[in-house]
């Protein structure tokens, strides 16, 4: 049959009215029930309910199974029965109509139609389970309606019968007014229809309202059949109803072959049971007839109207169609040709028909192919081909089998020559599609219409760190860029934007790595020829850093900085004024807005350094200040707040664009100094005291340094003839000196020699602090300076139980400086070490190489330096607590002088020192870029010369009586 196989379902106004059905049938058997004395004889609701139910989607009978149950109410107000005689047989038609309802949708998994055999088989078996819950539970619940022992047959041959019957009229109800475009309405059949009709009319009448000469009861039945050889499965079942219905009224009247058996008038009952066995078996026989020829009928129109579209679509089919018959031999015979194929092919019907598919085609690697296709029926080829008499003709081909009964064979040809051409233009295309995608430095995703990932650019990799593997195939919604939400996405292919122009929305976005960027996207949708959105394109730009400078300028005007940041306009007024400004100057942002900003400055100041007289003026002369450079020089300025206060503002005025205008703007940088300035000033009050002060001071050292260096030097020449008489009289010269006067003249010579050591110390001291520099430098071997050391150290040593020991070294190392004064430097730092280390201690004395550097190390275990007394031992005249409770005799002055003249050499000197364990020294001086001579040439006097030649530059220089000491002798003497 032609009805669809899923129904939409009833409409609430069809079910409200099949309800209003179900309560009027109830009531009309109350009815009859009164009248008659029995309802065997009528109809019952249930098909009705079963109908309904079953034309109803499932979540419908919430309501619907309710309603049914509770349709006594209406029938219970309508008559004079009371709700507990109506509602129970209303409650157990929903359970019966709900089963059977069940078994026709298969339990609620489609809605029941009545379209083929099936279906009615599925309706016959739940008229019958309606028949047995009506026979069985009705007689169970209710007892004390029964009303004899054949009530439970009555019941179901009632229940069965008015769920088949009613249950298909409300099945098929609505095919009765729908056209049905297999059997159009026709002349003929409306007078086969008119003719059919009629003769069912008058038999039915003849048979149950007249008076037949014989039993005619079957012949009703046989014109119903009929009816569906005219007029369609629907059509017999509304006459089966009418039907019924007169033989139900006529049979109630005592009239027909129904109401009376060999001459008797049966009862009520009997009359009932016998008319519904009666019109359930012409129901029985009559539908699946009428079935089984409807369902032939269209099926027969439909294989008509199949060969037709076949015909019809083969011969208008817009690609070439050519059908075939597979020869016994296995080759494939042109039986037809289509318009499109002739022309594909460039040859007319005759030059195709009747010749085998390889003599006009040149299959491309189809051989294999055509052997599996001839065993397997369901498989096809597609593939190249060409024409034979035309090669440069280009085909797709699809090869595939119609029919394996018949042999039949149908190819598919379209021409696809100028294919190549277009797939040239599309792979340029294309070319030019991924070369601008991979030279945009921006994200660029492309998706399809289900929201997947089809193509990345490679810049996306570089932004994000996704590569294809990670973002080809995946749901854009399911990656972290967040270019879109699936809701949206949908949005964009359902609704796209019309006009063309790309949507823009911003989003932050995770990359690989877990880093947070900010993408502005745009995106579009690509259509297809037809229309309709193929692809989206979204471009992402990342403006993370541009955001994150925005933000910071807007956290920057708002925070609550010290800092007074004014936006001005070309024109001088004010466009921006950050917190720091309001709080400094007592205003609000709005108040300032718009107004001219030079209204913040003192006027008679602005007049005095601009020369204006006018806001404008002053403002172009601020701003003319700028000239060439993008920012003036800061400045201090007056400024006047709301409360009429004025402040030191350092102010700086800079030239803001966009890249694109030469200006847009200013920017006025101001802060707030009027306590720092009054703090100068009082801060240049205390700096010039403190100046005068420090001068005075200066002037006392140069006097305290003169004084010394007077005094020094004076006290040299007399000490000097003092130690040259006191040598005089030890030596006999003048006179020979008492035993006792001996030792006399042996003490004044060593305290003369120890104040000259003294006077020399100072002077020298004073000569590096009065020029610092030494004045002739001479390449010199330090190795040399070691045995100056070593002879000048003889006599400290002759009663000290030491070990001393000189490590020249092999290589020479070379400085450029003074001689003597480096011979001081050794000479005094191993006196250091001889005086503070205790007899059986150790000094070892070493000259080492260190890059550009020489390095000569004095190492002793004696008594050490307190850390706090490090930094001290370089001054003048200190001495170290411990060095006098030992009572070692020293004046202070050795070690300055060592840091002078190594400072004076350009090098340094580091002190390590720990109490108890011994002291290290050593001495960094610049390695000369000449080297010296060999040690074997360096120039050396023997030790015992040293002193005599010493001896005689002393008396050389204190006249006949040796008034003076060389430097030797003043190493020797005490550091």
């Known amino acids: ?16 009215l099949l309800l209003a059905a179900v309560v009027a049938i109830d009531l009309s058997l109350v009815r009859v029930l009164w009248d008659v004395g029995s309802m065997a ?50 409650s157990l038609h929903a359970v019966e109509a709900s089963a059977g309802a069940l078994i026709i949708t298969l339990a609620g998994r489609r809605l029941a139609v009545l379209d083929s055999l099936v279906s009615l088989a599925r309706l016959t078996v739940a008229a019958f389970v309606v028949g047995l819950l009506a026979g069985g539970v009705e007689t169970l619940v209710r007892p004390d309606f029964v009303a004899g022992p054949g009530f439970a047959l009555q019941m179901f041959v009632e229940h069965a019968n008015a769920a088949m019957l009613l249950g298909a009229v409300v099945l098929t109800a609505d095919r009765l007014v ?55 499965f629907p059509v017999v079942v509304a006459q089966l109803a009418a039907f019924a219905v007169v033989v139900t009224y006529a049979t109630s009247q005592e009239m027909g072959p129904l109401a009376a058996t060999s001459g008797e008038v049966l009862d009520t009952d009997a009359q009932g049971l016998v008319t519904m066995a009666y019109l359930l078996s012409a129901t029985v026989v009559a539908l699946p007839l009428a079935a089984a020829i409807s369902s032939r009928r269209e099926l027969m129109t439909s294989l008509v109207v199949d060969e037709e579209r076949f015909r019809r679509s083969f011969s208008a089919a817009p690609v070439g169609m050519l059908l075939l018959t597979e020869e016994p031999g296995g080759a494939l015979l042109v039986t037809d040709a289509n318009d499109e194929a002739l022309q594909v092919l460039r040859l007319t019907f005759p030059e195709v028909c009747s010749r085998r598919l390889d003599d006009l085609l040149d299959l491309h690697d189809a051989g294999q192919a055509l052997h599996r296709l001839r065993h397997d029926s369901d498989a096809s080829w597609q593939g190249g081909a060409s024409v034979v008499e035309h090669p440069e003709v280009r085909l797709r081909t699809a090869l595939a089998r119609i029919d394996e009964g018949s042999g039949q064979w149908a190819a598919h040809l379209i021409d696809v020559s100028q294919e190549h051409a277009a797939r040239r233009r599309l792979e340029e295309a294309h070319k030019l599609n ?60 359902l609704w796209p934007n019309r006009d063309g122009q790309p949507m823009v929305r911003e989003a932050s976005a995770t990359t690989a790595a877990g880093d947070h960027l900010r993408l502005v996207w745009s995106y579009n949708v690509v259509r297809d020829d037809h229309g309709f959105p193929a692809y989206a394109v979204l471009t992402g730009i990342d403006v993370t850093a541009e955001r994150s400078s925005t933000g910071m300028m807007a956290h920057l005007m708002q925070a609550s900085i010290a800092t007074a940041l004014i936006g001005v306009d070309t024109t001088g007024l004010v466009t921006v004024f950050n917190t720091g400004a309001s709080q400094m100057l007592g205003y609000e942002t709005s108040e ?84 720092q300035r009054h703090g100068q000033e009082a801060l240049v009050s205390a700096l010039e005291k403190e100046r005068t002060a420090l001068e005075r001071l200066r002037a006392l050292d140069n006097a305290k340094d003169e004084f010394v260096s007077t005094v020094s030097h004076e006290l040299r020449t007399p000490v000097t003839s003092i130690l040259g008489y006191a040598e005089m009289l030890t030596d006999g010269s003048v006179v020979d000196a008492l035993p006792e006067q001996v030792n006399m003249l042996g003490s004044i010579q060593r305290n003369g020699e120890r104040l000259v050591a003294i006077c020399n110390d100072l002077l020298l001291l004073s000569g590096f602090e009065s020029h610092g520099q030494i004045t002739q430098r001479d390449t010199i071997d330090l190795r040399g300076t070691l045995a100056v050391a070593e002879d000048s150290l003889r006599g400290q040593l002759a009663d000290r139980e030491l070990l001393v020991t000189f490590e020249p070294g092999e290589q020479p190392c070379t400085v450029l400086g003074d001689r003597g004064q480096l011979d ?29 550097y020489a390095v000569v190390t004095v190492r002793d275990t004696g008594i050490g330096i307190p850390a706090d007394d490090v930094e001290a031992v370089f001054q003048r005249f200190y001495r170290t607590e411990r060095a006098q409770t030992l009572a070692i005799p020293g004046t202070g002055l050795g070690l300055p002088i060592v840091a002078s003249i190594v400072d004076a050499h350009d090098g340094r000197i580091e002190l390590e020192s720990e109490v108890g364990a011994g002291t290290v020294f050593r001495v960094w001086l610049p390695r000369a870029e000449t080297p010296a001579p060999p040690r074997s040439q360096a120039p050396r006097e023997p030790a015992s010369t040293i002193p005599e030649r010493r001896a005689e530059e002393d008396r050389a220089s204190s006249g006949p009586r040796h008034a003076d000491r060389t430097t030797g002798t003043e190493a020797r003497s005490g550091v």
């Open 592 to 675: 300032m807005l718009g107004r001219p900003f030079v209204t913040l400055l003192d006027p008679e100041q602005l007049a005095d350094r601009t020369g204006a007289t006018g806001e404008h003026d002053g403002w172009v002369s601020l701003i003319g200040s700028i000239g060439d450079r993008e920012e003036s020089r800061t400045r201090d300025w007056t400024w006047r707040t709301k409360r009429g206060t004025e402040l030191i503002v350092s102010m700086s005025l800079s030239m803001t664009d966009d890249g694109v205008t030469e200006r847009v703007g200013f920017l006025v940088v101001g802060r707030d100094v009027t306590e």
């Open 178 to 232: 729908l056209k049905d475009p297999a059997r159009p309405v026709t002349e003929s059949r409306v007078w086969l229809g008119l003719l059919q009709a009629s003769a069912l009319v008058a038999a039915t009448w003849w048979v149950f309202v007249g008076d037949a000469a014989a039993p005619l009861d079957f012949l009703p039945v046989a014109l119903l059949v009929t009816g569906a050889l005219v007029a369609g």
């Open 41 to 90: 004889i009528w109809w019952s609701s249930v098909g009705v309910s079963m109908g309904l139910l079953a034309r109803s989607r499932l979540r419908d009978w919430l309501w619907l199974v309710p309603a049914v149950a509770l349709s006594g109410v209406p029938v219970a107000l309508g008559s004079d029965l009371t709700l507990a005689e109506s509602l129970p047989p209303a």
């Open 434 to 493: 991924d070369a601008t995608l991979d030279t945009t430095a921006c994200v660029i995703l492309v998706c399809d219409g289900d929201g997947r990932v089809v193509r990345i650019n490679a810049a996306t990799e570089d932004i994000t760190g996704f590569g294809e593997h990670d973002l080809i195939g995946r749901l854009l919604w399911d990656t972290t860029l967040s270019a879109l939400s699936r809701s949206e996405t949908e949005a964009m292919f």
């Open 1 to 16: 049959m032609s009805s669809p196989r899923h129904s939409p379902g009833l409409r609430l106004p069809a079910q409200v």
């Open 824 to 852: 001081r430097v050794v000479v005094n730092l191993v006196s250091n070490a001889v005086k503070f280390t205790p007899d059986g201690g150790s000094v070892f004395v070493d000259i080492s190489q260190d890059g550009p």
